[in-house]
């Protein structure tokens, strides 16, 4: 098959397999995530010695898991940490891993501002008390 390029290695991709493969890459995220949300809320629960199971914090497992996995997929398609990828592998998953910190800390920042616009509270005091309580008291 030629394409218009003119190399027959070079195909257009096609946009349910871009999908299929944006599912695909979600569905190993989440349940990577919801597996480690799960063992977590299960590890307080016996640290804290309770006796009946929250599946109040398992719910809440999955829906982070859906929405982490789906930050995850934003960051990639917009190509976040790959300035390395042609260097060693040790600072490509470095680099990779300091700007997805940081993506995930803004993402939290702007989700924290969004619960307290929702809720009817102050977004100063919504950016502030993650970062730093005592300081943004008033």
């Known amino acids: 098959m030629k394409?218009?390029?003119g190399n027959p290695?070079?195909?257009?991709?096609?946009?349910k397999e871009k999908v299929t493969f944006q599912l695909k890459e979600f569905l190993v995220m989440f349940i990577y995530l919801w597996l480690l949300f799960a063992l977590f809320a299960i590890h307080r629960s016996?640290?804290?010695a309770e006796v009946h199971y929250s599946y109040q914090a398992q719910g809440?497992?999955?829906?982070?898991a859906l929405i982490l996995a789906k930050v995850m997929?934003?960051?990639e398609d917009l190509k976040l940490g790959s300035r390395f990828r042609h260097?060693?592998?040790v600072y490509s998953i470095l680099y990779k891993s300091l700007v997805f910190a940081v993506f995930f800390i803004c993402f939290h920042i702007f989700e924290e501002v969004v619960v307290g616009v929702f809720r009817g509270g102050k977004i100063s005091l919504r950016v502030c008390r993650p970062l730093v309580v005592e300081a943004c008291k008033e």
């Open 3 to 5: 394409t218009e390029g």
């Open 9 to 15: 290695s070079e195909r257009k991709i096609t946009l």
């Open 46 to 48: 016996i640290v804290l």
């Open 60 to 64: 809440f497992a999955i829906v982070n």
């Open 73 to 75: 997929l934003i960051g």
């Open 87 to 89: 260097k060693p592998l």
